[in-house]
T-cell receptor, first 113, second 113 residues
Framework: KQEVTQIPAALSVPEGENLVLNCSFT??????LQWFRQDPGKGLTSLLLIQSSQREQTSGRLNASLDKSSGRSTLYIAASQPGDSATYLC????????????FGKGNQVVVIP | DAGVIQSPRHEVTEMGQEVTLRCKPI?????LFWYRQTMMRGLELLIYFNNNVPIDDSGMPEDRFSAKMPNASFSTLKIQPSEPRDSAVYFC???????????FGPGTRLTVT
């Protein structure tokens, strides 16, 4: 069974610092990995999706890397802003044609002005 | 595009009552997912459909839970009878492609007293 871990569960950073969030998974046979953002009381918003054949994806201040062989992904958020405060979840899909996602429990981030 | 639509947004009911949650996926998406989120267990997949057909219902906790997708634009998740331990936020998500990026609805917060 795929286990997805995100450590630490919560972290605070001062505004302007770069954020580094880590995700690890136990089974490297994944199809893709997706990073989501969740604001309190809201649904999940997809940030980035990395296919298993890719090493990284970028969108604005966000960059996600994937090292499938070691079972790790990292989400970088450059020059953090108070509006980046949220919970960030990582999820991996099992295989082509299998849409089942296994989620980590998330990193709760607070950016201090 | 209106995104994934869920109703109701909040539901409070008494133990033993039937609860029906509703979801309208994004038009053109052919896969639909029901998730449950709690503090203790995080985000769990309950069931998902491809082209209106249930593919994986291994996450449905017990026979009290049932899900249907009568057409491409509508799905229901029913709990009968409801119990206090069913209290959670229930999310619906959809995707266009197998293994593709998932888009989440705002969720239904269910409280069973």
């Amino acid at each position: 069974k795929q286990e997805v871990t995100q450590i630490p569960a919560a972290l605070s950073v001062p505004e302007g610092e770069n954020l580094v969030l880590n995700c690890s998974f136990t089974d490297s046979a994944i199809y893709n990995l997706q990073w989501f953002r969740q604001d309190p009381g809201k649904g999940l918003t997809s940030l980035l999706l990395i296919q298993s054949s890719q090493r990284e994806q970028t969108s604005g201040r966000l960059n996600a890397s994937l090292d499938k062989s070691s079972g790790r992904s990292t989400l970088y958020i450059a020059a953090s802003q108070p509006g980046d405060s949220a919970t960030y979840l990582c999820a991996v899909s099992r295989g082509y044609g299998n849409n089942r996602l296994a989620f980590g429990k998330g990193n709760q981030v607070v950016v201090i002005p | 595009d209106a995104g994934v639509i869920q109703s109701p947004r909040h539901e409070v009911t008494e133990m033993g009552q039937e609860v029906t949650l509703r979801c309208k996926p994004i038009s053109g998406h052919n896969s639909l997912f029901w998730y449950r989120q709690t503090m203790m267990r995080g985000l769990e997949l309950l069931i998902y459909f491809n082209n209106n057909v249930p593919i994986d219902d291994s996450g449905m906790p017990e026979d009290r839970f049932s899900a249907k997708m009568p057409n491409a634009s509508f799905s229901t998740l029913k709990i009968q009878p409801s119990e206090p331990r069913d209290s959670a936020v229930y999310f619906c998500a959809s995707t266009r492609l197998a293994g593709g990026e998932q888009y989440f609805g705002p969720g239904t917060r269910l409280t069973v007293t």
